[in-house]
């Protein structure tokens, strides 16, 4: 039942703990460091009237939450034993991989199509007015909402979910659903590229077109702009491309609690960890987030430090 596997007995390696604890603390300092970050940008009413600020919230949002839900199951599975952990982690920590992968995928894409349009329009001497607020929230709201419904779908024990969550088993899970329902294995596996592929589609069509036409120097006024696109090639194609990989090899081929599977865990972890902090750290880059940044550390007389005017990002021409 439940409780036996809740509780089954599992000699956890002390390598593994070793290693998970330490992974735990790095992953508990990123998700300290994007919760700063994002309350100070919260807390900063200048900082919140731009539309790719907010866009930058709610992108640290899951890496900080992903980090912290992980952080606590390692912690939990190193002091306490792996199978403990288990029937408690396994669903949010699987669920939360995917809802962080996607409202990633998804929101960047939102993300490099403005960012795409703001440059044809800038080259071209057209004013298109960047994307309000309330398109933004829209935005988010949209991948958010559908993030968290493929996430759960794919978490659900019933017959229609698309991948089967073996909670007891060490936190395994595998393409299809389970016994008898409707998706086979290789169905959901297609589903899942096909999720993927979409906004990759998007990201490298726009990449190209920047490129192409050569909207973004890196240098001058567009040094702004083209870092904050930088930051989602890096994270598509320096990280996602590893998590998908990750989230093609884990299921089908890992035997739960295996050399491997402890070690694909692992890597993803890791992964997790890199890419919240590249995300801050491209974030920083932006003079009005790393003054409302400074100016949250000097509330707690940490930091005093002058502010600018952090006038960044640039107005369409007329």
Not at 178 to 185: M, Y
């Amino acid at each position: 039942d439940n409780w036996s596997d809740f509780v089954h007995n599992f000699s956890y390696p002390t390598g593994w703990k070793i290693v998970d604890i330490t992974v735990s603390i790095f992953e508990a300092f990123s998700c300290i460091c994007a919760l700063f970050v994002m309350s100070s940008m919260l807390l900063s009413d200048q900082t919140r009237k731009s539309g790719y600020n907010v866009y930058m919230i709610f992108l640290i949002l899951p890496d900080a939450l992903t980090n912290g839900v992980f952080a606590v199951d390692l912690f939990i599975a190193a002091f306490f034993n792996k199978g403990f952990t288990t029937y408690i982690g396994c669903v949010a920590r699987v669920e939360i991989a995917i809802f962080n992968y996607l409202v990633n995928m998804y929101l960047n894409a939102f993300v490099a199509y403005e960012i795409y349009s703001l440059a044809v329009g800038s080259s071209r001497g057209i004013k298109i007015n960047p994307p309000s607020l309330q398109k933004v929230y829209a935005q988010i709201f949209f991948v958010y909402a559908l993030s968290a419904l493929y996430a759960t779908w794919n978490t659900l024990d019933v017959r229609w979910s698309p991948s089967d969550t073996h909670a007891g088993e060490g936190c395994s899970w595998e393409y299809g659903s389970p016994e008898g329902g409707f998706f086979s294995a290789s169905v959901a596996l297609a589903m899942g590229v096909a999720t993927a592929l979409l906004p990759t589609t998007f990201v490298i069509y726009f990449s190209y077109q920047i490129w192409k036409q050569k909207l973004l120097p890196i240098s001058g006024k567009t040094r702004v702009v083209a870092l904050y696109f930088m930051r989602i090639l890096v994270i598509f194609f320096g990280f996602y491309f590893m998590k998908s990989i990750l989230l093609a090899l884990i299921p089908p081929f890992v035997t739960p609690y295996s050399n491997l599977s402890f070690c694909l865990w692992t890597i993803q972890d890791i992964t997790t960890v890199l890419q919240c902090l590249v995300t801050l750290y491209f974030a920083m880059t932006k003079v009005d987030i790393r003054n409302a940044v400074f100016e949250l550390l000097s509330w707690f007389n940490i930091l005093m430090v002058p502010l600018g005017d952090g006038e960044d990002f640039p107005r369409r021409r007329q």
